[in-house]
């Protein structure tokens, strides 16, 4: 945690360093940029990222924002979910990409590699499942605050109002819960 925390003392890089597809980004970007960057950072660091990694996640999420910038409601929330998912996506593939490599080498047997892709299969079949049995408002509010939204930013998305953001987490969380205690018990 204090290594993150040093790696965060230092400024934004110049918003300059982010290829622009347009020759001059929109002041209200660039404002954006410098504000946001050590939140992204942080974001991202403490998904597990290195600091070299963290900022090319974060590098290719300001490009897609300054693309979209016309498009966005909330370009810091867009920042945020596009940072951790280009994160995750790198990862993923440098995973892949290893497994596929111990496979041509022989370390290890190919059907270790399907078994893996089974079980993780089998794991979001389970958790779509359970996430069956909330409402829809309680499972966009909780799918909202799994991506790292604010109450105040999924009420915008949702067009509610925050108090009845927090209860459709409070009676989403109290539902899922009930369910899985009686999951545990049942035989």
Known sequence: MVDADQRLARPAPSPSDVP???????RAFTDMYT???RDLM???LHLGATEQEAEDAISDAMLDTLIRWTE???PVAYARTAAKTNFLKARARGTKRICQRMVERGAVD?????????EASEHAEWVRQHLAVL???ERAAIAFAID?????EIAA??????PAVRRNLHDGRQRLKRHLHCEKEAP
């Open 20 to 26: 622009s597809p347009a020759a001059v980004a929109p």
């Open 35 to 37: 504000a946001a960057y």
């Open 42 to 44: 942080r974001t991202v």
């Open 72 to 74: 966005i409601d909330n």
């Open 110 to 118: 190919p059907v270790a590699r399907v078994d893996s892709d089974l």
């Open 135 to 137: 409402t829809p408002a």
């Open 148 to 152: 790292g939204y604010t109450i105040k």
């Open 157 to 162: 998305m949702l067009g509610k109002n925050e």
